[in-house]
């Protein structure tokens, strides 16, 4: 069984400063403070958290979405994962919506998301 997620939060901060953290890979490394491979490219391949986060980028637009297939191992489920972004007067709510979520590994992926993920994105670009 799978399951999909969905979660919304707001960051004190322009869509593009969001856009560049979650995909410079020199960013990603300061936020996860842990090597990162990233492109825009689509096809490309990225890897977060040392392999812990890995899969397959298909889609980019510019400082609004991202679309990417995540891998779960040597499973055959596949995880699609896309971030949106909307300015919202002088904030951005980052719209996170991941599908067929291995059920056994949703509570722990729902919980990198809220806390290790978005959550040191909002304290890394957030202004005061």
Known sequence: MTKDMKLRIKVKAEPEDIYAALTNPFAIELWTDSPAVMSTEPGSEFELWEG???GRNIEFEENFKIVQEWYFGDRPEQSIVTIKLFKQGGKTQIEVTQTN????????IKEGWE????????EFVEVD
């Open 101 to 108: 979520i291995p059920e056994e590994d949703y509570e722990d």
């Open 115 to 122: 806390e290790s993920y978005l959550g040191a994105i909002k």
């Open 52 to 54: 812990a986060i890995a």
